[in-house]
């Protein structure tokens, strides 16, 4: 489970992982950095993973920050992952956000420019891709999305997939989720201190 952490302040994440939680998700790149070095320094097994989108003049701190990053969605945001993860030699897992409800106003590789991209960022861009995260759209039941997913996984070989939040964990992980993102569920309603 990925604990999903945006929003929440310092006592919400300590009581966390003070219960053993270790594996956060936050959303934007500025407020992993303002909230994470002091907690990952008590915590060195923590794992962070950017789970928001990411503009390509932060990739270098992203590269620098994340662990893994889940919203791998276009060739320039890829090849400039590429470059820092070179440039400072720092592992770092990739997933590729696909868009599996086609909305125009969401991140993501469209479902039919998945395979193609996948060879991309390998062949052009030299990445390692691990796999697929999705946000399914919030009025329709998510289980297609999922299956969807997972099916492009399937033939591209990819082993993770991240999906599921709150409201849809149980059907994620039953249609094969290897991580679900819970926020609310776990920290409560985001901004209550
Ligand atoms: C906020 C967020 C979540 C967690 O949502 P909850 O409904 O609070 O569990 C999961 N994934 C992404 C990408 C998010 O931005």
């Known amino acids: 489970m990925v604990a999903v952490s945006k929003t929440q302040g310092e006592a919400k994440l300590r009581e966390a992982l003070a219960a053993g939680q270790r594996v956060f998700g936050e ?3 500025q407020e ?8 990952r320094a008590d915590h060195p097994d923590i794992e ?9 003049n932060k990739a ?3 590269v620098g920050l994340f662990d893994v990053i889940e919203t791998v969605d276009r060739p320039k945001i890829a090849r400039a992952l ?5 440039r400072q030699d720092r592992k770092v897992k990739l997933l590729i956000q696909v868009n599996t409800g086609a909305e125009p106003q969401k991140a993501g590789v469209l479902p039919d420019a998945t395979d193609t991209f996948i060879a991309q960022c390998r062949d052009e861009f030299g990445l390692e891709i691990d796999g697929l995260m999705c946000i399914p759209p919030a009025d329709e039941p998510p289980a297609p999305h999922f299956s969807l997913l997972r099916k492009i996984a399937e033939r591209n070989n990819l ?3 991240s999906m599921g939040m709150s409201g849809d964990y149980e059907i994620a992980a039953q249609l094969g989720a290897t991580h679900v993102r819970v926020g609310t569920a776990l920290f ?4 209550a201190a």
Do not use: C, F, M, Y
């Open 60 to 62: 270098g701190e992203a």
């Open 48 to 56: 962070l993973r950017l789970i928001g989108p990411l503009q390509s």
């Open 82 to 86: 590429g470059d820092e993860i070179r």
């Open 32 to 39: 992993a950095k303002a909230k994470w070095p002091a907690l």
């Open 188 to 191: 409560g309603a985001r901004g």
């Open 159 to 161: 082993n993770t997939l």
């Open 27 to 29: 959303n934007r790149v």
